[in-house]
């Protein structure tokens, strides 16, 4: 099986940086995308940044302020967040576009990491 473990989450006051980490382990015979996404109270769940092959995607709402990057050798992914405001308080959920040896590509996700932005 895969798993993706997340670490780096917590409570911060506003303007505050936090680093988040994911890293996927199990039977992977290849990984396309990897990233985050987040859910704040009665809100859906919505992309914040995703990486591929170098290429980079991130939210209008934290461009400027994060910045993904990934670590094939190791599986990992991290999402460096500046500048936080209140409205990044949500779970943040790692994401990533996997193929197991013998199957198709799939999506998996982490078990989510909370943050909490104090004013």
């Known amino acids: 099986q895969v798993q993706l473990v997340e670490s780096g989450g917590g409570l911060v006051q506003a303007g505050g940086s936090l680093r988040l980490s994911c890293a996927a382990s199990g039977s992977i015979f290849s990984i396309n995308y990897m990233g985050w996404y987040r859910q704040a109270p009665g809100k859906q769940r919505e992309l914040v940044a995703v990486?591929?092959?170098?290429?980079?995607n991130y939210a209008d709402s934290v461009k400027g302020r994060c910045t993904i990057s990934r670590d094939n050798a190791k599986n990992t992914v991290l999402l460096q967040m500046n500048s936080l405001q209140p409205e990044d308080t949500a779970v943040y959920y790692c994401?990533?576009?996997?193929?197991?040896?013998?199957?198709?590509?799939?999506?998996?996700w982490g078990q989510g990491t909370q943050v909490t932005v104090s004013s």
């Open positions: 990486i591929n092959s170098g290429r980079t």
């Open positions: 994401y990533a576009e996997i193929r197991m040896y013998g199957s198709t590509f799939r999506d998996f």
